[in-house]
């Protein structure tokens, strides 16, 4: 982690900086603002330690540029105690804290890491904001529509949620969604895959720790509940918690508060827990392997994710919807699949769901010579796809005019909904995930009489 120090005395500056590099922080110093705007536009910086009154450009003239300029990092206002209005209009422009002269360089420490790993934090959510519409759950399929009834019903509710479902099915997705239509959107979404982290580092990620907890906690660290306070905590892989920590788990769900390794002091939680995991619970539990009493704390709402390969149904509405992504990804112009290629992946089994539905269409996009996937741009696993009969293989064809581009896509999808709907617009609207005035646009574009 990188800090800039702005202050126009010298002793300070050294004082301030030696602090920081000794607790593995490196430091840039900075005399006056003008020496400061220099080193931010040559360097990134995590944190931003900037004194408020400063000769020639002052502090709260240097906060203002920053902010103006586009820079995100934080920070801490230096005063001196007749500078506390100074110091809050800082707060004002942009500041997310401010010390008073003289301080105590490790109360800075901890506000440095608290102040970075929040700006980290919020970094990750506003991407995860600004991807929610590819991130959306997509399908017209039964079986999603019901997912989707149980996010809408749950919306206001801080239910702990119980997500199931084999690899790749879009646990993570479906916890985002219900993050997403939550009265906490805009707090954070922390996700955590408990099978991805070291037993031995997991109760400190999950519950932080503080100051000489253990060897090598040379400082307070916020954990993944504290993070996701006022938001979502989402525990992936649950079933592989191991014993020791799921009786830790279950006081936190129930007190609503924990204490960090070390501490002493009860730290109340307010974040909405989601649990996912592909194994069997109720199995692991009926062999001890997972406690019967957190199995029924997170079990409040259960949301079942079918696989892919039973609602085959929703393949077309995916693939243009990971398309259109893959297409900013990439700087690509793809527009659709031809027909046999579309059938081909209707007739795959995606025993990798969604996720591997993902990779094929990316590597056939990258391959491809032309705006359309054909049979050839497509590679899927020989062991994978077994070939029907040649009377199967006849019937997979029949539909001549079936869909060949995006706009295609989209417009068999807007049919088919409105014909399941016996032409009710605002209920089509709902099933498709718009809004009735997109629809409406949408019917006019393609000259629909339905």
Known sequence: MRVLVVDDELNIRNLVCKYLELEKFETDAAENGLSAQRFLTAQTYDALLLDLKMPGMGGLELLKWVRQNGFRMPVIMISAHGEIEDAVTALKEGAQDYLTKPFDVDELLIRLHTLIESARLKTAVQMSQENLEDENFFGTSPAIQSIKSIIHKISHSNSTVLITGESGTGKEVVAREIHRHSSSSRAPFVAVNIGGVPENLLESELFGYEKGAFTGANGRKNGMFELANGGTLFLDEIGDMPMSLQVKILRVLQERSLTRLGGTQAIPIDARIIAATNKNLEELVMKDEFREDLFYRLNVVRIVIPPLRERKEDIP????????????????????????????????PFYGNVRELENILERAMIFCSSDLICVEDISLPPQMSTPRDSSANTNAYKEANEVKSLKELEEDAIIRSLHRWEGNRTKAAKELGISRRTLLNKIQEFGLDL
């Open 317 to 348: 509405l995916l693939i243009a919807q990971i398309i259109n992504r893959m297409n900013r990804k990439m700087g690509l112009s793809i527009e659709g699949l031809s027909p046999e290629a579309l059938e081909l992946l209707r007739r795959h």
